[in-house]
């Protein structure tokens, strides 16, 4: 079991435990998009005692903390290494790109002296609320929020989700976000973005044979999720296996974790072979 820290968590916890991926997760994957990560999560959450951050909590996490928690599932899932090759637009070679999930999430924490510069005075508090200077106090958006304005145009989108994170005020005066100083939404978008930083990241790469740079972008929810999918194909092939040799319905192979569902394939495909040695 995955047992991660979060920042700033939820009221109910500040650490989350995951399990590993069974079947039943990899069957229900809905292919692209952002959502589809979270509702994985969603079904990943395991709620023990110390957390109360369980099955349900993923649209209420920041997004910097579902992001963390997505990361961590990779890398329990496949490998902390990201290795990937990112093709050239100007003489078509292909530049090798590997850099560790963890130290990327490390390397974009707030640090005591980024938050006195943006301001941020305090937080987050028990109710995960956060503070600055001029009296504003606001939570990092999360996932209903992103849900919410899925769609909208960016600058609706903007303010909507200012709208929704900003808690000084009355409802009323929360309606008005649009007309406030845009030097105070600035800010407040700027503490929000320091503070919870996700696992999207634009990468400079420049080409090992031309030296062409381009940047490219680096989504941990996009590929997670085309990790996934494009192991999905051998899914029905292991159910074929377990079930042929070991006689298991499809809803017992499923409810395996994808480990030891793996580690069963193994065994049976190193015994057939071993046993086409020994026939030939
Ligand atoms: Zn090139």
């Given at each position: 079991m995955l047992q991660v820290r979060l920042d700033p968590g939820l009221p109910?916890?500040?650490?989350?435990?995951?399990?590993?991926?069974?079947?039943?997760?990899?069957?229900?994957?809905?292919?692209?998009?952002?959502?589809a990560a979270t509702e994985l999560l969603d079904r990943l959450l395991v709620e023990v005692p110390g957390?109360?951050?369980?099955?349900g909590s993923a649209w209420?996490?920041?997004?910097?903390?579902?992001?963390?928690?997505?990361?961590?599932?990779?890398?329990?899932?496949?490998?902390?290494?990201?290795?990937?090759?990112?093709?050239?637009?100007?003489?078509d070679e292909g530049t090798a790109v590997s850099f560790s999930l963890a130290a990327m999430v490390a390397s974009s924490q707030p640090s005591n002296e980024g938050r006195t510069q943006l301001g941020i005075i305090s937080g987050p508090?028990?109710?995960?609320?956060?503070?600055?200077?001029d009296g504003i106090r606001f939570r990092l958006p999360n996932g209903h929020d992103q849900r919410e304005v899925?769609?909208?145009?960016?600058?609706?989108?903007?303010?909507e989700i200012l709208r929704r994170c900003v808690l000084d005020g009355s409802e009323a005066d929360r309606?008005?976000?649009?007309?406030?100083?845009?030097?105070?939404?600035?800010?407040?978008?700027?503490?929000?973005?320091?503070?919870?930083?996700?696992?999207?990241?634009?990468?400079m790469i420049a080409c090992h044979e031309c030296g062409e740079a381009r940047a490219v972008r680096f989504d941990i929810q996009q590929y997670l999720l085309r990790a996934l999918e494009q192991e999905r194909r051998y899914l029905t092939q292991e159910i074929h296996y377990l079930a042929c040799s070991y006689g298991w319905s499809q809803a017992e192979i499923l409810g395996l974790s994808r480990d030891d569902r793996r580690a069963y394939?193994?065994?049976i495909t190193a015994e057939r072979a071993a046993r086409r040695e020994r026939t030939r």
């Open positions: 109910a916890g500040r650490w989350a435990c995951v399990r590993p991926l069974c079947g039943h997760d990899e069957q229900a994957l809905v292919a692209g998009g952002g959502l957390t109360c951050v369980g099955p209420q996490l920041s997004v910097c903390d579902r992001d963390r928690l997505l990361a961590g599932v990779y890398a329990a899932t496949f490998s902390d290494r990201i290795d990937t090759e990112v093709p050239c637009d100007h003489c508090d028990d109710g995960c609320v956060y503070e600055l200077d899925a769609g909208l145009d960016p600058e609706r989108a903007r303010v309606r008005t976000v649009g007309d406030m100083p845009t030097e105070v939404w600035d800010r407040v978008e700027a503490a929000m973005a320091y503070l919870g930083p996700t696992v999207d990241h634009e990468l394939v193994e065994f």
